[in-house]
C-alpha cells in the first residue's frame, strides 16, 4: 500500500513538472531577471549574416559577418568586449 501512494506522489510531480514546463514555453514572455524577452524577439537574426560569404568557405563570417560590420572596435581600443 505505502508503495502504491509513492508512485502515485512521483507520477503527479512529473506531470506536474511538463505542465509547468509547457505553460513557460506557451507564455509570449517570459522573464528572466530584470529583463523581459517578447516572444516576437528572435533568438537568431539572419540580419547579422553575411550572405555574400558561403557557410563552406568561412562560416564565422557567413554568420557574424553583417553584425561584425557594423559594431566597429573603438580606435582606441586594442581590445573590446564585456571583461574590458
Known amino acids: 500500500m505505502k508503495r502504491k501512494g509513492g508512485i502515485c506522489l512521483f507520477s503527479f510531480g512529473i506531470a506536474l ?4 514546463n509547457l505553460v513557460a514555453l506557451g507564455s509570449s514572455e517570459t522573464s528572466m531577471g530584470n529583463t523581459t ?3 516576437y524577439e528572435k533568438a537568431f537574426d539572419p540580419g547579422c549574416m553575411n550572405l555574400s560569404v558561403k557557410p563552406d568557405d568561412d ?4 554568420v557574424n559577418g553583417a553584425w561584425i560590420k557594423s559594431h ?3 580606435a582606441d581600443k586594442s581590445q ?3 571583461m574590458k
Open 80 to 82: 573590446y568586449g564585456e
Open 72 to 74: 566597429l572596435m573603438p
Open 37 to 39: 524577452i517578447s516572444g
Open 59 to 62: 562560416f564565422y563570417e557567413h
Open 17 to 20: 513538472i511538463i505542465t509547468l
